[in-house]
């Protein structure tokens, strides 16, 4: 279980020891730091810190990377698939799941055929984004419905695009 904070909710406090009464196990007891840090210039606990380490931790603490991993998927379509390509699709994600939506039907045939080296790439750049299939669609069927009074056509056909 995670540390608790300094003066938890009676919310908390309930979960905790509803925990601790079906877990089996004792629950730790909020231990206050003794060791105040200093007040004057030079003292113990002053040294600055760089934030890049701040920053990262707090992203690891809260759980944000697997997030922040497919913003960068997003963010960085361009440098994986390369300017043709990403000029042709627009990718979106879904837990798992990464969806790209092409410009015409030839763009999605030939993204399908590709799929497993983009989806190797995308594993190689961000390992920890969680993306384990990648599903290619083509662009959105015309609609040929015209009027209240239409007959029933063939179907979608190709989008001749």
């Known amino acids: 279980m995670t540390e608790s904070p300094a003066n938890p909710s009676e919310a908390i406090r309930f979960f905790e020891h509803l925990v601790e009464i079906f877990s089996g196990r004792k629950r730790r007891r909020n231990v206050v730091a003794t060791e105040q840090k200093g007040s004057l210039p030079f003292e113990k606990g002053r040294d600055p810190r760089a934030i890049g380490s701040i920053v990262s931790r707090t992203i690891n603490e809260r759980g944000w990377a697997p997030f922040l991993s497919r913003e960068s998927v997003i963010d960085q379509w361009v440098e994986i698939v390369g300017i043709d390509v990403a000029a042709h699709t627009v990718p979106v994600i879904d837990d798992d799941l990464i969806t790209v939506r092409c410009d015409s039907s030839a763009w999605a045939t030939n993204l399908r055929l590709m799929r497993h080296e983009i989806l190797a790439e ?13 599903s290619v669609i083509g662009p959105g069927v015309p609609n040929k419905i015209r009027g209240p009074r239409s007959v029933k056509w063939r179907g979608p056909r190709d989008t001749y695009g």
Do not use: D, M, T, V
């Not at 995308?122 to 990648?134: D, H, V």
């Open 122 to 134: 995308l594993l190689a750049r961000f390992p920890n984004s969680g993306i384990e299939k990648i």
